[in-house]
């Protein structure tokens, strides 16, 4: 089935025309930078936009960076404190009177990688960290998705939460070195062990990229894997979701 894909970020929002079956990208991605700020209005003119972009008169699955239940915005994590509690999908389809399949995007980032990516067969726990604005996470169990869980809003020292510590958005922001973040992340990496004990860890967005580059950094001892569709996770793993919500 092809599914335009949209991944709704805290910098940029993009989108694609997917191949569910194989998770390719059939068409050019196409990015326009989230507005400031980010209210629901703003956000949904560019939604639109997209669907004009690709000339799309069907459904959408999309990728959202907060909390979603439902196709609701529980909070509003890195948007405008104005999402909480609207109703997403139905907001977006009455802008652009086509359906919307919403929900988390780093959830949706893992769906794609463990069925079709560096995740696929693997047995046991396994989670999908996604490292851009703020810290995403999709936690799967034998395959199988065990939604809205927010590492990124663990506490830290002081009461900090760590994606205000170690996201990619501070380490460009305090303009910290690669080591630098690195020794960061693995404070993130050892909290994330002693409470899930997962069998692999995915990294995606923009900085794992450069794995290679910092990778030594890091002390954990459980096995790493950067995602094989990089940023393109959730556009993919949001068609793909979208698919599995009309074939029902």
């Known amino acids: 089935m092809k599914v335009l894909g949209m991944d709704i970020g805290g910098s940029g929002i993009k989108a694609a025309i997917v191949d569910t079956k194989t998770g390719e990208l059939i068409s ?5 930078a989230t507005p400031k700020p980010a209210t629901p209005d703003a956000i949904a003119k560019i939604v639109k936009e997209m669907v004009t972009y690709f000339n799309w008169n069907k459904a959408v ?41 919403i929900s988390n995007d780093a959830d949706l980032a893992g769906i794609a990688e463990v069925t079709l ?8 726990v396994v989670l999908v960290i996604t490292i851009g604005t703020g810290i995403g996470s999709g936690l799967f169990n034998n395959g199988k998705l065990i939604p809205n869980l927010e590492i990124g809003k663990l506490l830290h020292k002081d009461g900090e939460i760590i994606e205000f510590f170690c996201a990619d958005s ?9 080591q630098e973040w690195a020794l960061r992340f693995d404070v993130l990496l ?19 990229k450069k794995y290679d580059k910092f990778k030594d950094h890091l002390s954990t001892d459980v096995k790493i894997k950067v995602a094989k569709f ?16 009309i074939s029902k």
């Open 61 to 101: 699955g999309c990728s959202f960076p907060t909390t979603i239940i439902d196709g609701k915005c529980i909070h509003s994590g890195n948007l405008s404190t104005k999402w909480k509690n609207i109703q997403v999908d139905e907001f977006f389809q009455s802008i652009c009177n086509i359906p919307f399949y």
């Open 117 to 124: 990516g560096a995740g696929k067969g693997k047995k046991g």
């Open 170 to 178: 501070i380490r460009k922001k305090e303009e910290l070195t690669l």
């Open 230 to 245: 990089k940023n393109n996770a959730g556009i993919i793993g949001a068609a793909m979701y979208a698919s599995k919500k």
């Open 190 to 208: 050892q909290y994330i062990k002693t409470i899930f004990s997962p069998n692999l860890i995915i990294l995606g967005g923009g900085i794992s």
């Open 28 to 32: 050019e991605r196409h990015r326009i």
